[in-house]
T-cell receptor, first 112, second 115 residues
């Protein structure tokens, strides 16, 4: 079945860049997403990339997509303590329901 | 971006009672809404897909008679946990799909605690 995988933890120093990686399995995914979840809160859509794109940049966020390897990454430049959260990648399954399949989430900890 | 609200944000109830959670899309119409459940330090588990004006589609293993979903309008879906038990305690999150952007926007979640 479909599966989205992420490493569980990442720690970086404030001011450094963070790179969160994700692998997915559904090659027919049209959109891939990155969501941020702070403690006790819902999910905030950070950015998304269409499957025919290789890269998308939005201020401090850069998304890279390698369709051949089914690998997605999120780079956060100049990481701040406020970026500490859980980051989920997600893909939309092919099909009319447009359901999201989430990765396990990566806990990003930014150290001062 | 589009805003989705949930109400209540937290609820504590006694075992055996029913709890209703509302999910509203505030500035867009959502023909499809999704209900998720999230256990501590885990990812989101899709419970059901709710389509306006029709019956919800439940994921395997989710009891439709226990988790009643109603999507009566393009901006409101409700999840009712019937005869709640302590094992139903969880964080419930809804999302609403904005058709134009083919993007799901999430509510802030509802923390349910069943005593």
């Amino acid at each position: 079945g479909e599966d989205v995988e992420q490493s569980l933890f990442l720690s970086v120093r404030e001011g450094d860049s963070s790179v969160i990686n994700c692998t997915y399995t559904d090659s027919s995914s049209t959109y891939l997403y990155w969501y941020k979840q702070e403690p006790g809160a819902g999910l905030q859509l950070l950015t998304y990339i269409f499957s025919n794109m290789d890269m998308k940049q939005d201020q401090r966020l850069t998304v890279l997509l390698n369709k051949k390897d089914k690998h997605l990454s999120l780079r956060i430049a100049d990481t701040q303590t406020g970026d500490s959260a859980i980051y989920f990648c997600a893909e939309i399954l092919s099909g009319s329901a447009r359901q999201l399949t989430f990765g396990s989430g990566t806990q990003l900890t930014v150290l001062p | 971006g589009a805003v989705v609200s949930q109400h209540p944000s937290r609820v504590i109830c006694k075992s055996g009672t029913s709890v209703k959670i509302e999910c509203r899309s505030l500035d867009f119409q959502a023909t499809t809404m999704f209900w998720y459940r999230q256990f501590p330090k885990q990812s989101l588990m899709l419970m059901a897909t709710s389509n306006e004006g029709s019956k919800a589609t439940y994921e395997q293993g989710v009891e439709k008679d226990k988790f009643l979903i109603n999507h009566a309008s393009l901006t409101l879906s409700t999840l009712t946990v019937t005869s709640a038990h302590p094992e139903d305690s969880s964080f419930y999150i809804c999302s609403a799909r904005e058709v134009a952007a083919d993007t799901q926007y999430f509510g802030p979640g509802t923390r349910l605690t069943v005593l």
